[in-house]
């Protein structure tokens, strides 16, 4: 959609000039960071609910916006670290080409960074409390995989919690902070946030859907990592509930020992048990609720057909 793309391409810069005067190799690492952009979905569904009420994009809004941009990517760097992952968005991840010392202080200044770009464009000390409450559910949320690395007992809702911590709280606060300080109710906010939330479940969990049936050169990262990591994820939790001869629970408890011949048939057993399918109608649930909340709450706006087109883009097509 032209009329994102033309907003989303003011983002980048406004980030580029708040990291330029840091020098040295924290400088190199956070400019490299920014080389390349993501899909910037989070900063796109704040500037969409940001001008539901007023349609004139403002300096403001989109300081708010890049503010969300290096919030995500301040969770990326920190998320590569404990994973110890050597690649992202298709390139070198920061701790693999500079280091973990300096991706830790890369990711920390980019905290700081997120939080200056709010303080200083945001109407309400309100708004403030709400994105330390974000960081701080996030963090939970990432480190919330601690000590169930290799459970295969971990449940449905273990790992709905921490996807929700991982992903779907950015989501939710990117909605809510652009719909309030684009005007809209407080109540409308606390709506837009649970829209973004549900994007945001139905994002991770066709993100794991990807792990088992994308192939490594077109997801940009090694398919099956989170299976070598002893990260358990939905398609593989829902395939194990229809495991009757343990054939799949046998090869996952191998744990560090499983090899590419493991990883090859625990991809097919998960396919065959339905994991992949589960995974998927749970997603479509979860994308139905944030259509049915925005159909119910925004269709009075003309612009809401703009994150209806997001969403329709995300999870209706193939994905």
């Known amino acids: 959609m032209p009329e994102i793309e033309q907003e989303l391409k003011q983002i980048n810069p406004i ?37 539901l009420e007023k349609s004139q994009l403002n300096k403001k809004l989109l300081n708010i916006a890049a503010s969300i941009e290096v919030l995500h990517n301040a969770t990326l760097i920190h998320d590569d670290i404990i994973d110890e992952s ?18 830790v202080y890369a990711g920390d200044y980019l905290f700081a ?8 464009n945001t109407s309400k000390i309100t708004n403030l409390r709400m994105n330390s409450n974000a960081m701080r559910n996030i963090l939970a949320g990432e480190t919330a995989q601690f000590g ?18 991982k992903t779907a709280i950015l989501f939710g606060y990117s ?47 090694p398919v099956l990592a989170d299976i070598v990591n002893g990260i358990y994820t939905g398609p593989l939790i829902f395939a194990l509930k229809n495991d009757e001869n343990d054939n799949l629970l046998n090869l996952v408890q191998k744990g560090k020992k499983i090899n590419k011949t493991d990883l090859s ?15 998927e109608a749970l997603a479509n649930q979860y994308t139905n609720k944030a259509l049915h909340l925005l159909k119910n709450d925004f269709d009075q706006y003309q612009r809401s057909k703009n994150i209806e087109w997001i969403i329709n883009k995300l999870f209706i097509r193939n994905y």
Do not use: W
């Open 265 to 279: 048939q625990i991809n097919h057993l998960v396919q065959k048990y339905g994991g992949i399918k589960s995974t």
């Open 15 to 51: 980030i580029m000039n708040n990291i330029k005067p840091t020098k040295g190799k924290l400088g190199e690492a956070l400019q490299y960071t920014f080389s390349t952009t993501g899909k910037q979905l989070r900063p796109a569904l704040a500037l969409e609910f940001g001008q």
């Open 86 to 103: 050597p690649r992202r968005h298709g390139k070198t991840s920061i701790q693999k080409k500079y280091g973990k010392q300096i991706a």
């Open 113 to 120: 960074l997120s939080l200056q770009l709010l303080s200083g």
């Open 148 to 165: 169930n690395e290799f459970n295969i007992k971990i449940t449905e809702r273990d790992y709905l919690n921490q996807i929700k911590g």
């Open 175 to 221: 909605c809510f902070i652009g719909a309030l300080e684009g005007g809209l109710s407080r109540k409308q906010a606390k709506i837009a946030e649970k829209i973004g939330e549900n994007i945001g479940m139905a994002f991770q969990l066709k993100d794991d859907v990807l792990d088992y049936t994308s192939k490594s050169d077109i997801l940009n990262k």
